[in-house]
Nanobody, 126 residues
Framework: QVRLVESGGGLVQAGGSLKLSCAAS????????MGWFRQAPGKEREFVAG????????YYADSVKGRFTISRDNAKNTVYLQMNNLKSEDTAVYLC???????????????????WGQGTQVTVSS
């Protein structure tokens, strides 16, 4: 069992930055992949960024590439999402997820992730 708790969301002006955190507890943190997803009202959940087991690989959605950075601190059992140059279209609830079955690659499908946090709201004002 893995428990995930996100934090760091808030209201920011366009062009600004936020750093989200996702604290994990339960199974050995470094032994599974992590991902960030987002869901805006009336839209499907979409993949934002992912980081493989042991942080060997990262992968980003085209819409955030060059602006967002995913990282993990295994000593703190925490994964981060640094978001820079935020745009109004980044407004959504951001959720972190754990993939405990896949090793070595980043999966982008929400259905492949086994555990989810409750989400944190990010609102970007234009």
């Amino acid at each position: 069992q893995v428990r995930l708790v996100e934090s760091g969301g808030g209201l920011v002006q366009a062009g600004g930055s936020l750093k989200l955190s996702c604290a994990a507890s339960g199974r050995t943190f470094m032994a599974y992949g992590m991902g960030w997803f987002r869901q805006a009202p009336g839209k499907e959940r979409e993949f934002v960024a992912g980081l493989s087991w042991r942080a060997i690989r990262t992968y980003y959605a085209d819409s955030v590439k060059g602006r967002f950075t995913i990282s993990r601190d295994n000593a703190k059992n925490t994964v981060y999402l640094q978001m820079n140059n935020l745009k109004s279209e980044d407004t959504a609830v951001y959720l972190c997820a754990a993939d405990v079955r896949t090793t070595g690659v980043v999966v982008t499908a929400a259905s492949e992730y086994d555990y989810w946090g409750q989400g944190t709201q990010v609102t970007v004002s234009s």
